[in-house]
């Protein structure tokens, strides 16, 4: 398997803030959350770090861009076990929840699809209650329709370049799914799949490229690991410092806006190296800006 060593990339925090949820805005600033500070922040290109907007009481988790420049973000309180996901203007303002609390979800990810609308996964259960699923929202964001049920804290979701196949993580039973879509609610005859059993701590966020790959942040190993379309390993990006301890809260990733550029956010926890965005290269270029498949 190939297995390339990613670079550091911007130092975001001498502390081990946790990072997730990184997105490419239409500006090209790259979009992130702070977990713990209740956060989402914004790099710019010349590398200017700011919150873009404060979430109170929910940690954002997930980051999407809608096709009219909204962003959206899932977000958990992980203290009443409920979650939304809520959208902001380009510039922060206008918060607007699309998935309430009240509808009782614990939001972690999100895509959006081609028609506008979007799936997002919902993070509750354990390993022998599996309470999660995988939920899509209509294009005019009025009908939440569940799409793959009974799932363990499902975290990463991912569609490939086409919208017909669906990929989603179990956190707390180590699977990854590949679901093959009749349309954007139905699972087609015989289209799911656990695409592969993961070892140790545990499948986070994902992301795919033009090519369908797949590219999986493994949270506690320091590492990412890519699949090919059919869900076969093809390649690792490993994080410096990781046989020694450091670095191993790898929780999400993101392509460049038309480049082969993966950007990868992690933490350090207590171990002294704080919070850092690491790059490496992908094995083909993202896709379209809006969709942070």
């Known amino acids: 398997m190939q297995t390339v060593v990613a670079e550091p990339w911007f130092k975001v925090s001498d502390t081990g803030m946790v990072l997730e949820g990184p997105a490419f805005d239409r500006d090209g600033n790259l979009l992130f ?34 096709g009219d420049g909204r962003i959206f973000v899932a977000a958990i309180d992980f203290a ?93 039973r180590n699977l990854l799914h590949r679901v093959k879509l009749a349309d954007a609610t139905t699972v087609a005859p015989f289209g799911t799949a656990v695409a592969y059993h993961f070892t140790g701590p545990a499948p986070d966020s994902m992301r795919s490229d033009a090519d369908g790959n797949l590219y999986v942040a493994i949270y506690g190993q320091g590492r990412v690991l890519a699949f090919n379309r059919n869900g076969i390993p093809i390649g690792q990006v490993l994080l410096p410092g990781r046989d020694q301890g450091h670095n191993l809260r790898s929780t999400s990733l993101i392509l460049g806006p038309g480049t082969d550029d993966l950007y990868i956010v992690t933490s350090d926890g207590e171990g002294g190296r704080g919070a850092t965005i690491f790059r490496a290269r992908a094995f083909a270029q993202s896709l379209p800006l809006h969709s942070n498949r």
């Not at 500070?37 to 997930?62: A, I, N, Y």
């Not at 609390?101 to 979007?118: C, I, K, Q, S």
């Not at 009908?143 to 179990?170: C, F, Q, R």
């Open 33 to 66: 959350c702070d977990v713990g500070g209740r956060r989402v922040l914004r790099l710019t290109p010349d590398r200017r770090l700011s919150t873009l907007v404060s979430l109170d009481h929910l940690g954002p988790g997930g980051i999407a861009i809608h």
């Open 80 to 172: 009443s076990g409920m979650g939304a996901v809520v959208a902001v203007r380009p510039d922060g303002s206008g918060m607007q929840a699309i998935v309430p609390p009240e509808a009782g979800y614990m939001p972690n990810d999100l895509v959006f699809d081609a028609r506008g609308g979007f799936y997002f996964t919902d993070f509750r259960g354990a390993s022998t209650d599996p309470k999660g699923g995988v939920y899509y929202v209509s294009p005019d964001l009025t009908t939440v329709t569940p799409v793959l049920p009974h799932l363990a804290m499902a975290n990463g979701i991912a569609l490939s370049p086409d919208g017909k196949a669906l990929w989603a993580t179990e956190f707390s």
